[in-house]
């Protein structure tokens, strides 16, 4: 099982962006995708997950409205995206794979993406 | 929302010596809790879900315990590799899941 996120990216605020995950050694469609919000020094934050199978997404009550996941089950690809950035959204985001669909804490998870919004 | 609180903040310690992290929900949780390792530069490790499972491939030093709203994390004779930050997290309720504030446990 590996997870593969996209690469880092430096944004201005009020710009868009998408962030993926590229999932492989599994059946993609068989497990829920999360995505976590790393602030160093301040911990981890859940905001969202979606089953690639019907792209059902949930979401943090702290986060919703102001990102988007979604999946494209062709190339077993998740993706967190914003349609206007904030320089509070500087962090790392991780994907993650729940482990099943009732035991829902993270096997695997991908190496990071870091997003720096700055002017 | 369910908040985790962990305690304490920061653990010095040696190579060697056995260490104990506390993990505390403001609401039951059952057994659906899970620890990771957290190390810089990397993404977190799964150590133990279920309260007390160790993960695939963890080390029988690391041991889970607890029920309810009160949960610890022990790893015994700490190696050098193990110098880390560990976070809890409830999966019982949700959304959303919640993470604790972490344990920095260093030399």
């Known amino acids: 099982v590996q997870l593969v996120q996209s690469g880092a990216e430096l944004k201005k605020p009020g710009e868009s962006l998408k962030i993926s995950c590229l999932a492989s050694g599994y059946t993609f469609n068989k497990y829920w995708i999360g995505w976590v919000r790393h602030l160093p020094g301040r911990g981890l934050q859940w905001m969202g997950m979606i089953d690639p199978g019907d792209s059902d997404a949930r979401y943090s009550p702290s986060f919703e409205g102001h990102v988007s996941i979604s999946a494209d089950r062709s190339i077993n690809t998740a993706y967190l995206q914003w349609s206007s950035l904030r320089a509070s959204d500087t962090a790392i985001y991780f994907c993650?794979?729940?482990?099943?669909?009732?035991?829902?804490?993270?096997?695997?998870w991908g190496q990071g993406s870091l997003v720096t919004v700055s002017s | 929302e369910i908040v985790m609180t962990q305690s304490p903040a920061t653990l010095s310690v040696s190579p060697g010596e056995r260490v104990a992290l506390s993990c505390r929900a403001s609401q039951s949780v059952s057994s659906d809790l899970a620890w990771y390792q957290h190390k810089p530069g990397q993404p977190p490790r799964l150590l133990v879900y279920g309260a007390s499972t160790r993960a695939t491939g963890i080390p029988a030093r690391f041991s889970g315990s607890g029920s309810g709203t009160e949960f610890t994390l022990t790893i015994n004779s700490l190696q050098s590799e193990d110098f880390a930050v560990y976070y809890c997290?409830?999966?019982?309720?949700?959304?959303?899941?919640?993470f604790g504030p972490g344990t920095t446990v260093d030399i």
């Open positions: 993650v794979r729940f482990a099943t669909m009732t035991r829902l804490f993270y096997d695997y």
């Open positions: 997290q409830q999966y019982h309720q949700w959304p959303p899941f919640t």
